[in-house]
C-alpha cells in the first residue's frame, strides 16, 4: 500500500504565495509520475501540473505555479505565485507508483484547502 500525504495549503491574499507538498511512503518500487489536480466547488477536479521527467502546465496557472520533485524523498511540490482568487480549491497530490516492476497503481492524496481571498 502507498499514502500520500500532503501539506502546506492555507488562506492567502491575492498576488501571494504557496508551496504544497506531497510525500509518498509505502511499498514504492519507483514513481513515475507524481502530479497536482485542484477542485473548486460545483467544479470538475482538473490538471494543475504534472512531472514524468518534463512537465506539463494547464494555461491557468502557467507561469505562476512550479511543479518539482525529490526523487530521493519520493516528494513533490507545488510552488504557487501571484495566487488569485480563481485558484481556490481543494488541491490533490496524485501519483503513478510501480509496486514492482511490472505492476503499477495511481493513488491519490487526501486533499488540501487552499483559499485566496482578502
Known amino acids: 500500500q502507498v499514502q500520500l500525504v500532503e501539506s502546506g495549503g492555507g488562506l492567502v491574499q491575492p498576488g501571494g504565495s504557496l508551496r504544497l507538498s506531497c510525500a509518498a511512503s509505502?511499498?514504492?518500487?519507483?514513481?513515475?509520475?507524481m502530479g497536482w489536480y485542484r477542485q473548486a466547488p460545483g467544479k470538475q477536479r482538473e490538471l494543475v501540473a504534472t512531472?514524468?521527467?518534463?512537465?506539463n502546465y494547464a494555461d491557468s496557472v502557467k507561469g505562476r505555479f512550479t511543479i518539482s520533485r525529490d526523487n530521493a524523498k519520493n516528494t513533490a511540490y507545488l510552488q504557487m505565485n501571484s495566487l488569485k482568487p480563481e485558484d481556490t480549491a481543494v488541491y490533490y497530490c496524485?501519483?503513478?507508483?510501480?509496486?514492482?516492476?511490472?505492476?503499477?497503481?495511481?493513488?491519490w492524496g487526501q486533499g488540501t484547502q487552499v483559499t485566496v481571498s482578502s
Open positions: 496524485n501519483a503513478r507508483v510501480r509496486v514492482s516492476p511490472s505492476t503499477s497503481y495511481t493513488y
Open positions: 509505502g511499498s514504492i518500487f519507483s514513481i513515475a509520475t
Open positions: 512531472s514524468d521527467g518534463s512537465t
